[in-house]
């Protein structure tokens, strides 16, 4: 008998034996299918990914049908209703304002006043055949003036961009004179901003603003001027177009760009016309003005060679240096430099993903296959370029460039769109920083400095093997969406690596890769492009939808997200649906019909949007070190603070006239300077954050070792400095800033020179005008904000004529010095006109005094992003050893002897909490920390120095670098966020026991405020680390507590006596909870000299590092050489934004602080 026939004879037995127990063929099949689930589920969910470094094979995606026309022209018709609806919104609530918040309808001015929504929208509403809503538009415009009233300024930049271009491509569009009327006047207006002897422009017209200006203020109006030159056929007009023709591009073209590779860099010199930094980039304060390059060309009909060579060079610059590829998903993404051997920061900014789109139109419209048509010779234009620069130049010979162009664009645009398609609310985010190694499976993931494979290495790789596949990056991948237990604990099993982290989680509804897949679809006809645009859609109509229109999103992790307040473009989108040819693609950007053209006015904002109420107001961002206020809103705010916390008590049964006197506290070194003839500021209010005044300070150090002070020079000049002031020269204190707005900017300069100029800082410039402005001309500072300006003598408490002749400042504009506690004047505008102003003092000395620390040995630190720890010295100055800075606490009167401080900083305290956060996402809030930290006993050995930008005091290393040491096999989350909380611990003894050995006085006890001191577990570990008792009072808004108190004692309110802090001892008691030392001090001891190897081990690590690529770091504040450092350079810096609420917030807590004193 064969194999086969016993074979079928056991299957027979074993079907009949089945067959009796009433299992048939059926119940088998359904057996089987069990198995294959559960075989391809092991796959699918739980068997564990081997990541391969090869480049993946074509990637094959079956798309959805492609929609019919009639759904296209639906889609388009949703868009168009979606832009009714944000239309109908602004009409309604915010007509003639520049723009509404989406969130609660309330209507803003923030550009110009001149009704922005208005002119920016209107080709919109004409391409959408809106015949009504542009009927309406028209008459605004044709009423508009552009009345600048005086003393304020309209932006170059934003009024070229929105108004100007916005004006001329509704005309273009539509034909109608009246919107080329206003333009023409409007061009008018801002003729002066050319008046430089660079001819490049200014940042306003009417305000000469300063030396430095950003490529995109200065390079994005060509395109305006020309067309309205061409379209009036105006003299004066043509006169600006050959300027910028002749002189703007002429000297961007003739500037020393060799170091560059021939690409234009961010900052420039308007009058030298040199380069003023090295970072190239393609996004912020640059984008526009390589996408006006092509432009410029092609609107000349091709005639602008110099437009050409820069677009061909900067492309150039941008494919071979700052385009990369990520090492597991094969993300291709375009960053930034920030040194002339071009090393990357990684960072990828929404604002470049309109770089796709610029670049299939120039595929679409230039001969790149054949550059000899133009005119252009690669060799001969990269022939006197850096090393580095040639070699890029020299790799493109291996390719045809308008094919490299084209996949460019093509790979760049995929990953623009996977960013959006990857996150759980469809929408992208603002930045991420790529990484550049394969992406690490455990918690602690970062990016790698530096380094990095270039895309154009990769490429040449693929030729090298055959050129088989698909060019890398271009591959059709999947989306990847991590849930929030992914972004904790690193990639679930079954989930796929990412290869970047979230850098700025915001969607701010920016236009860029949107007009970049419309542009693709159009010129590839390939409509995955179009059902991309479709996806982002829906997105938007999900998660942004308001009743007034659509908002941006403040973290596009979360579905649903949170909101912020700003509104879309859905000029792109509604292009992209709809079928019929509204406007040909060789008119996107440039036409020449009858001489004129069209520009597709595309506005991408840059600034931000603030909370008020629970929502964004605004700020000013001028640069990474670059942070401003608009003075004259922080007066407006202020005064609606006062009458909203006024509405607030009489809600609550009190009466306005129950309300006897005000305090007022501020962040102590913002600068404002006006004119004491019209009261209008002169200039932004420069905030305490800023650091543009680093040259100064280096200027005025070096001036202090060569020429001295009081006859003394070199190290002893240095310390006399610190015997006046107490401080040492730093970019934080405001005589810095204002000898800066002295130099650079001609109206303060004037001003000065003519005696009409007002110095203050914030509290200077509130009381100035919250008691009558230019008819009472009250100006004055109180002594503990003067203390900060480097101008004040601590010894006298007055301004030191030596310090006023060493910086060349006058006497005579500056303001009077008070005490911090007496009546200042009454109060002549809003709800509380006639109550009397009395007490006035600066935020860290404000929460001093509102701990009650008021006497010897008593000391208040206040944990915000960074740490600041005042210790009351009493009567007596200390001079420090350990580079702790010398203050005045408070005076308790006119005359009355001051209280001094020891006053020292940490610079990250709850930034360390926050990058456990955003960063390496490690916890889901920053209370979170606490829980986390609690499940261990102990750090397990670990150690973090947070060093991220240096040690200050009292080891004052600058080139110290964050280090996490100590880790094992065994480190937990838990044990790194218990060393992040004993790291904020360390560092405040190490400050506590610097001030008892300078002051030889004891510290009584430790009072703590802001937001880390939320949690208990971090005060038990302050406790125990430090060994002293910590007091946490209930009511922590001490800062304005202490100006309540203050300005309560000016009158006698409860029998209140600053002098006497007995008759302050019943003040906010309530509910207060204090933390002792628990732990055997031996163990503490223990841990104090293991903090202290692993700080020794931090110290000097910038040293060792190369200074172009550490300049590079795309989280690192620029180097300073300021005592305090930065906590937080980034261009919408929390710091900036925090002081506009904190300036009017400090109102309202000031006088819901009596409130509560008097309920009691």
């Known amino acids: ?329 094969h993300l291709v993404y375009v960053t930034d430099t920030a040194s002339q051997k071009f090393v990357p920061s990684h960072t990828f900014e929404h604002l470049s993903c309109f770089l796709p789109g610029l670049l299939a139109l120039g595929v679409h419209t230039l001969p790149l296959d054949n550059l000899a048509r133009m005119g252009i010779d690669l060799d001969e234009l990269s022939r006197n370029y850096s090393p580095e620069a040639r070699e890029g130049y020299a790799k493109l010979k291996h390719f045809n460039l308008k094919e490299l162009h084209m996949w460019a664009a093509e790979s760049l645009a995929q990953t623009c769109y996977m960013t959006y398609a990857d996150q759980p609310s469809g929408l992208g985010p603002d930045e991420v920083v790529m990484f550049t190694s394969p992406e690490p499976t455990k918690q602690m993931m970062h990016p790698t400095r530096g380094g990095g494979e270039k895309w154009l290495d990769t490429l040449l790789k693929w030729k090298k093997s055959g050129s088989r596949g698909t060019p890398p990056g271009l591959a059709m991948g999947t989306p990847v969406i991590h849930t929030y237990q992914d972004r904790k604990n690193g990639p679930s099993q079954g989930t796929g690596l990412r290869d970047y982290t979230l850098k700025r989680t915001g969607y701010l509804l920016r236009p860029e890769t949107l007009e970049s897949l419309y542009l693709l679809w159009r010129i590839t006809g390939d409509s995955r492009w179009r059902r991309y645009g479709w996806d982002i859609f829906e997105a938007i109509e999900d998660e942004t939808k308001t009743i007034y229109g659509y908002t941006s999103l403040n973290n596009v992790q979360l579905s649903p997200a949170s909101v912020l307040n700003q509104q879309p473009r859905l000029k792109y989108l509604y292009l992209m649906f709809a079928e019929e040819d509204i406007i040909p693609l060789d008119k996107h950007g440039s036409w020449k019909p009858k001489g004129g053209a069209v520009l597709l006015h595309s506005y991408t904002p840059n600034m931000v949007t603030l909370l008020k109420d629970g929502e964004f107001v605004g700020s000013l961002d001028c640069g990474t070190t670059w942070h401003e206020h608009d003075a004259d809103e922080i007066q407006q705010v202020s005064e609606q603070c006062i009458a909203g916390a006024t509405k607030d008590l009489e809600n609550k049964g009190w009466s306005k006239e129950s309300v006897k006197i005000i305090g007022i506290t501020n962040q102590r070194e913002t600068t404002v300077a006006w004119s004491r003839t019209t009261g209008r500021p002169l200039y932004k209010a420069i905030v305490w954050t800023d650091s543009r005044t680093k040259n100064h300070v280096a200027h005025f150090e070096k001036k202090l070792r060569d020429h001295g002070l009081y006859g003394q020079k070199g190290d002893a000049g240095v310390n006399k400095l610190r015997e006046i002031t107490g401080l040492q020269m730093s970019t934080y204190f ?141 009567p007596d100055i200390v001079k420090s050893s350990h580079g702790l800075l010398g203050t005045v606490a408070y005076q308790p009167g006119p005359g009355k ?121 971090a005060m038990e570990i302050l406790a125990d680390v430090g060994g002293f008792d910590v007091i946490r009072p209930e009511m922590r808004e001490s800062t304005a507590l202490g100006s309540a108190l203050l300005a309560g004692s000016a009158i006698g309110l409860f029998g209140w006596d600053i002098t006497k802090p007995e008759t302050l001892a019943e003040v906010n008691t309530m509910g207060s909870t204090e933390f002792h030392p628990t732990s055997d001090p031996s163990v503490s001891e223990k841990k104090w000299k293991g903090w202290q190897r692993a700080v020794e081990r931090s110290k000097g690590w910038e040293e060792g590092v190369d200074e172009d690529e550490d300049a590079t770091e795309p989280t690192k504040p620029e180097k300073s050489t300021s005592d305090y450092r930065i906590m937080d350079y980034n261009s919408r810096s929390p710091a900036a934004y925090g002081s506009k609420i904190f300036y009017s917030g400090s109102l309202v807590i000031s006088l819901y602080a009596l409130y509560r004193i008097f309920r009691t």
């Open 734 to 874: 405001s005589g810095i800033k204002l000898k800066w707005m002295i130099d650079h900017e001609l109206a303060v300069r004037e001003a000065h020179e003519n005696d009409d100029l007002c110095f203050g800082t914030v509290e200077s410039w509130l009381v100035y005008n919250l008691v009558g402005g230019v008819k009472k001309g009250l100006h004055i500072t109180e002594v503990t904000n003067a203390s900060r300006t480097l101008l004040l003598n601590l010894h006298t408490l007055q301004w030191d004529p030596a310090l006023l002749d060493f910086f060349g400042i006058r006497k005579s504009v500056l303001p009077d010095i008070v005490s911090s506690s007496e009546v200042y004047g009454e109060i002549e505008v809003g709800p509380l006109k006639g109550v009397k102003i009395g007490g006035l003092i600066g935020d860290q000395q404000g929460a001093l005094v509102g701990n009650k620390c008021l006497n010897q040995g008593e000391a208040k630190c206040t944990y915000g992003t960074g740490a600041f720890l005042l210790f009351c010295t009493g």
């Open 1 to 329: 008998m064969g194999f086969t026939d016993i074979l079928h004879r056991h299957v027979n037995q074993l079907l009949i034996q089945l067959k009796h127990r009433g299992i048939t063929l059926r119940h088998l099949a359904f057996g089987f299918g069990i198995l294959v689930f559960l075989w391809t589920s092991w796959f699918a969910f739980f068997a564990r990914r081997v990541d391969s470094l090869d480049l993946p094979r074509d990637a094959y995606l079956h798309p959805d049908a492609d929609p019919t026309k009639e759904e296209w022209h639906n889609r388009a018709e949703q868009v168009k209703a979606a832009f009714v609806h944000t239309w109908r919104g602004y009409e309604e609530q915010a007509w003639g304002y520049d723009e509404i918040k989406p969130v609660t309808g309330v209507p803003v001015t923030n550009f110009n006043g001149w009704g922005v929504s208005i002119v920016d929208a209107m080709d919109t509403i004409f391409i959408m055949n809106l015949h009504d809503e542009f009927k309406r538009a028209l008459s605004f415009v044709e009423k508009a003036t552009w009345d600048v009233p005086a003393g304020y300024y309209a932006p170059f930049f934003e009024t070229t961009i929105r108004y100007l271009g916005g004006l001329l491509s509704a005309y273009a569009l539509s034909g109608e004179p009246i919107l080329l009327d206003r333009a023409d006047a409007l061009g008018r207006l801002m003729e002066p901003a050319f008046l430089t002897p660079s001819k490049f422009p200014v940042f306003a017209a009417q305000h000469k603003g300063g030396v430095i200006a950003t490529i995109a203020e200065m390079a994005t109006c060509q395109m305006e001027y020309l067309y309205l030159a061409k379209a009036t056929n105006k003299k004066e007009f043509f006169d600006i177009a050959s300027y910028l023709a002749n002189n703007v591009n002429k000297n961007l073209y003739n500037a020393s760009l060799d170091q560059f590779g021939g690409m234009l860099p961010i900052r420039w010199n308007l009058n030298t016309t040199e380069t003023a930094d090295s970072t190239l980039s393609v996004g912020a304060m640059a984008d526009s003005a390589h996408e006006y390059l092509l432009k410029q060309y092609l609107m000349t009909a091709k005639t602008d060679k110099k437009s050409l060579e820069l677009y061909i060079q900067t492309t150039t610059m941008i494919l071979t240096q700052l385009f990369y590829i990520t090492p597991t998903r």
């Open 897 to 1017: 002897h001051p209280a001094y401080a020891l006053e020292g900083s940490i610079a990250v305290a709850g930034s360390a909490i926050k990058w456990l956060r955003d960063s390496i996402q490690l916890i889901p809030s920053a209370s979170a920390v606490n829980s986390l930290a609690k499940e261990v006993s102990s750090t397990g050995g670990v150690y973090f120095v947070t060093a991220f930008s240096g040690l200050l005091a009292p080891y004052w290393d600058s080139g110290a670098a964050g280090l996490l040491i100590g880790l094992s096999s065994y480190t937990t989350a838990s044990h790194i966020a218990r060393a992040t909380l004993e790291a904020i611990a360390f560092q405040t003894r190490a400050i506590i026991e610097s001030m008892e050995l300078d002051s030889g006085v004891e510290m009584k006890h430790l009072k703590v405020d802001g937001g880390v001191t939320n949690g208990d577990v």
